[in-house]
């Protein structure tokens, strides 16, 4: 009896040993009921601001935006998971820290997964801009039936520059090909043949390729070599009558020179779902434009992101206590 006692309590704690305490900073019950249901190995530990200091000390991942301080109090830290996907606040922080920059700490993200909604959002966008609905729009709004003031233009034909050609870039590339448009990418990574891409170009040749550009995407992540990589010179370097589409991140272009631009008369429009700074504050000189759509940073959400960006964290949640390569890993280095 005694060494079935003895057997019994070795198994026990042989399975505690293998047990793996993950934190979840999101305030979701739902996500945090379907996370304890992937795996019983997985210790799924709610935490606030109020409790996290004490939590982590002993965790073995951290799901959320961690902050400097945790990733110095997490010593038993393996892995961050973030939802979105962008991780420039957590890698990139304002108080200039790199600790988990320079740990060893796996980090994944949510990458390509809103890439179809934020896509869809970004043509929206442009859609609204070339077929001049804004204005048609207002009239609307008046009651006025008034068909000589619109000024539509044909799509086909035109030539799309594709700033970053990840996971929301590329499905940019794939809708504005299909409007028969030629789309020329822009990206640092080399690219295979995909045939809705003319061509792929590396970043410093942006200026060479956006006097062609009838219209500019913006979907690349905001690092420290990205971050304004749209400045005042490239919207000068604009076509005349060109438009102007920022899906991915603010700090990617300039404003005053995008204000400038439009100001100007040198752009027809712009589309921005993304500024610098978010929100964009009352009085900007952004609002006045008639032709500037401003969207609040919602062009990730639809009825089917939700599902797809929780798929990932459970996959990676069995992985992770699996011992398996988590999927959606980050290069802490690169950004993205």
Not at 51 to 57: A, G, K, L, P, Y
């Amino acid at each position: 009896m005694a060494r079935l006692t003895f057997i019994a309590l070795a198994c026990a704690l042989q399975l505690l040993a293998q047990e793996k305490k993950i934190l979840v900073a999101y305030k979701d019950p739902e996500l945090i009921e379907q996370l304890r249901r992937v795996t019983s190995r997985a210790r799924i530990v709610p935490v606030t601001a109020a409790n996290v200091m004490q939590e982590i000390t002993d965790a073995d991942a951290f799901i959320g935006d961690i902050t400097s301080t945790e990733v110095r109090a997490g010593k038993n830290l393996k892995w961050v998971g973030v939802m979105s996907a962008g991780v420039e606040r957590i890698l990139f922080p304002a108080d200039g820290s790199s600790e988990l920059r320079q740990s060893s700490i796996i980090l994944t993200n949510n990458k390509i997964v809103q890439g179809p909604e934020i896509a869809d959002h970004a043509l929206a966008m442009l859609l609204m801009l070339s077929r001049d609905l804004y204005a048609l729009y207002n009239n609307d709004r008046q009651q006025i039936w008034n068909p000589d003031l619109f000024k539509g233009i044909e799509l086909n034909g035109k030539t799309a520059v594709v700033v970053g050609v990840g996971g929301i870039g590329t499905q940019i590339a794939v809708r504005a090909n299909a409007f028969g448009m030629t789309v020329i990418g822009v990206d640092p990574e080399d690219k295979p043949f995909l045939p809705f891409l003319q061509r792929v170009v590396k970043p410093d040749e942006l200026d060479d390729v956006i006097p062609q550009a009838d219209v500019v995407f913006i979907s690349v992540p905001d690092t420290p070599k990205s971050h304004k990589m749209m400045g005042p010179r490239e919207f000068e370097l604009m076509k005349k009558n060109s438009y102007f589409i920022a899906v991915s991140r603010g700090g990617i272009y300039d404003t005053a020179g995008l204000v400038k631009a439009i100001d100007e008369k040198r752009l027809a429009g712009a589309g921005v779902d993304v500024t610098d700074p978010e929100p964009l504050p009352k009085e900007h000189a952004l609002w006045k434009f008639e032709n500037v759509i401003i969207t609040p940073h919602i062009a990730g959400r639809s009825d089917q992101d939700a599902g797809r960006m929780t798929q990932t964290i459970k996959e990676n949640v069995g992985r992770f206590v699996a011992g398996k390569p988590l999927i959606n890993v980050v290069n802490k280095q690169k950004g993205y």
